[in-house]
């Protein structure tokens, strides 16, 4: 009994000890389910404004552009944060509701401390612990959460959708490109496609020559899971939107992410 109990104890240190060098990543493991009882789907007109008048049809960002019209962005996020969705919403509306804000929300945060060479250089470098992807500056009603809160632990736990990885942009070159128009109900699944076949045809974000031994972009190697899914596989990924194909066995490697800032060249 003594040795249990003081095996029980030395584990208790340990995770102790673990958790002072930074548990915060556990609570990724929970959804999160933030919610509006009597919202109804919110207007992303402002934000269409917004994008069509400072990203390019490449989906480089004017972030300068983005200071001056601050208090338009802000208050389109205000909207987003006191309207939440609910059940009542569809599935569309839903998604469509969190990818915008997740886009929203970051070019929120880079632009606060704008300019800079990296959206890494916001945060530290422990992940799920203390990047700038973890840092609770977005209010969801009336508590306050963080990027990788909106993408961990609602997106990717409520969405069975391996295309959102085309859709969020966390304002790197090798992010797929943000669109000049917000994500709509009506049009989800045409925008999601499009993302798909643009970004895996990038030769900056997939080289997809040898067909044997394509290097593709790291996101695969980030989510794996999410692509690698009952009968799906990464390589079908691909060909299903590839104008080059690949083996169905090709051997994957992945490029260097390039987390440089996804700004316009004045």
């Given at each position: 009994?003594?040795?249990?109990f003081r095996a029980?104890?030395?584990?208790?240190?340990?995770?102790?000890?673990?958790?002072?060098?930074g548990?915060a990543y556990v609570?990724y493991?929970t959804p999160l389910?933030?919610?509006?009882k009597?919202?109804r789907?919110?207007?992303?007109e402002p934000w269409?404004?917004?994008l069509?008048k400072?990203?390019n049809?490449?989906?480089m960002?004017?972030?300068?552009g983005?200071?001056a019209d601050?208090?338009t962005l802000?208050?389109?996020l205000?909207?987003l944060?006191?309207?939440?969705?609910?059940?009542?919403?569809?599935?569309s509306e839903r998604?469509a509701?969190?990818?915008?804000?997740?886009?929203?929300?970051t070019i929120?945060?880079v632009?606060?401390a704008?300019p800079?060479k990296?959206?890494r250089?916001l945060?530290?470098?422990k992940?799920l612990v203390?990047?700038?992807w973890?840092?609770?500056f977005?209010r969801?009603?009336?508590d306050?959460?963080t990027?990788?809160?909106?993408e961990?632990?609602?997106i990717?736990?409520?969405f069975?959708?391996?295309?959102?990885?085309f859709?969020?942009?966390?304002?790197?070159?090798?992010?797929?490109?943000?669109?000049n128009e917000p994500?709509?109900?009506?049009?989800?699944?045409?925008?999601?496609?499009e993302?798909?076949?643009?970004?895996i045809n990038?030769p900056?974000k997939?080289?997809?020559?040898?067909?044997d031994k394509?290097e593709?972009?790291?996101i695969?190697?980030?989510?794996?899971?999410d692509?690698?899914?009952g009968d799906n596989?990464i390589?079908?990924?691909?060909n299903r939107?590839?104008?080059?194909k690949i083996n169905?066995d090709a051997?994957?490697?992945?490029?260097t992410?390039d987390?440089s800032?996804?700004?316009?060249?004045?």
């Open positions: 009994m003594r040795i249990l029980a104890v030395f584990g208790l240190l340990l995770f102790t000890s673990a958790c002072q060098s548990c609570r493991f389910n933030p919610t509006s009597d919202s789907p919110v207007s992303h269409d404004a917004l069509k400072h990203v049809e490449q989906g960002v004017d972030y300068t983005f200071q601050s208090v802000n208050t389109y205000t909207a944060s006191d309207n939440l969705p609910n059940d009542n919403w569809s599935e998604l509701y969190w990818l915008n804000a997740y886009n929203a929300f929120q945060r632009i606060r704008y800079l990296s959206i250089d945060g530290g470098d992940t203390n990047t700038v973890d840092q609770p977005i969801l009603g009336d306050k959460h990027l990788n809160d909106i961990q632990r609602i990717r736990k409520k069975d959708e391996p295309r959102i990885h859709a969020l942009v966390c304002a790197a070159m090798s992010c797929p490109k943000l669109r994500y709509v109900a009506a049009r989800l699944n045409e925008q999601l496609e993302q798909a076949t643009t970004f990038d900056t997939n080289k997809l020559t040898p067909a394509p593709l972009s790291s695969f190697n980030f989510y794996p899971g692509f690698a899914n596989s390589q079908k990924t691909i939107y590839a104008t080059q169905p051997t994957l490697t992945y490029m992410y987390w800032v996804n700004e316009q060249k004045k």
